[in-house]
């Protein structure tokens, strides 16, 4: 573990916030470095455990993606974090850091849900809907939705659990015209990456995007895009509706972890080495898949 990044200590900015997963850092009054450590968020618990080098996988998807949307106004700078930091620091963020502009965060995740997995299948088993969606009866756990649907939620702090929430509750956060925007692009934005991602043998069945805004109101996409720790990802070759398949994702942890006698509260247990190889083997392999050539049909 000793090359993991649990934490980081940069003295030389003056620190903003250390989320689940990503230390924040001011960078003058518009930027700010945002380094995406090694710790490990499940059920909305930080582990004692680093997955070491899950950071610098997470930071090379998410602008692997950055790119792919180009089009798309994000919160990269471009300005090199090795830049901003003493020499002495840079290790801290080589590789796993991003000098972002600072926009106002909106006050939701804008959540996609492909297939029925998740708290989405516990929603349907109950009340035969996903967040007030209506579904056809008789689906079964994992299948492909008809269309995708919209389920937005809320931001948790740090120890606290993300509630779905109704798109008449996000239009109340944001109003009707900004958040049937952020329906719109995040249904978009999801249907471009689930077919560039299932030509590479990935099946993303849901994901959230996070969103700010900039001084001219733009809306703007930001924090992590379509990582394994934001988004669900099947390998296409193990997928069959009625079950949940293997995972290039947390999902790996979490099946281990409904084994464990825990309450999914504070204090997290340790991770066991043979789980944290399997997490990172998991992480690199889907990063491996979207950098590879399209299969054939």
Request: include cysteine.
């Amino acid at each position: 573990m000793t090359d993991a990044v649990y934490e980081t200590r940069i003295a030389s900015l003056p620190l903003i916030a250390r989320g689940k997963v990503r230390d924040i850092y001011a960078v003058g009054e518009s930027h700010l470095l945002m380094v995406t450590t090694d710790r490990l968020s499940a059920f909305d618990v930080v582990f004692p455990t680093p997955i070491p080098g899950k950071g610098k996988l997470l930071n090379a998807v998410s602008n692997f993606w950055f790119a792919h949307f180009s089009d798309i106004p994000n919160h990269l700078s471009g300005i090199d974090p090795e830049s901003v930091v003493t020499p002495e620091e840079r290790h801290q963020v080589k590789d796993r850091a991003v000098v972002v502009h600072r926009l106002t965060p909106l006050p939701l995740e804008a959540v996609v849900r492909g297939y029925l997995e998740g708290s989405g299948w516990k929603d349907y088993q109950s009340t035969g809907k996903v967040c007030g969606h209506n579904l056809p009866q008789g689906l079964q756990r994992a299948e492909k939705l008809p269309t995708p649907i919209f389920t937005p939620a809320t931001k948790a702090a740090v120890g606290d659990h993300d509630e779905n929430i109704s798109f008449e509750q996000a239009i109340r956060l944001l109003g009707a015209d900004r958040a049937e925007a952020v329906q719109n692009l995040s249904l978009k934005l999801y249907q471009d990456a689930v077919t560039y991602a299932q030509s590479r043998g990935i099946l993303i069945a849901d994901t959230k995007f996070e969103f700010g805004l900039d001084a001219q109101g733009t809306l703007t996409l930001m924090d992590e895009v379509l990582t394994p720790d934001s988004s669900r990802f099947w390998p296409k070759e193990d997928y069959h509706p009625g079950v949940s398949p293997p995972s290039f994702d947390k999902q790996f942890i979490r099946n281990w972890l409904e084994t464990q006698h825990w309450d999914k509260r504070p204090p997290a247990p340790s991770l066991p080495a043979h789980i944290v190889e399997g997490t990172l083997a998991r992480y690199q392999e889907a990063l491996r898949r979207l950098h590879a050539q399209p299969q054939q049909p």
